[in-house]
C-alpha cells in the first residue's frame, strides 16, 4: 500500500497493490478516499488517470 498525489490535486492518494492488480482511491480533499479502480499490473503504466 502507499500514498502519493495520483491525480495531481494536491490530495495524497492511496494505492494497494495486490498480486496481480493494484487497487487506486482517490482523496477527495477531505479525507474520504472515493472512485476505486482495480487495474491489471500489466497495465498500469499505460492506463490514464481519469480527469
Ligand atoms: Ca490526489
Known sequence: ???GDLDGDG???LVAGAS???????NDGTGTFTGMQTVAVGAYL???WPT
Open 11 to 13: 490530495d495524497l492518494d
Open 20 to 26: 496481480s492488480t493494484v487497487a487506486v482511491l482517490f
Open 46 to 48: 499505460q492506463w490514464r
Open 1 to 3: 500500500m502507499a500514498l
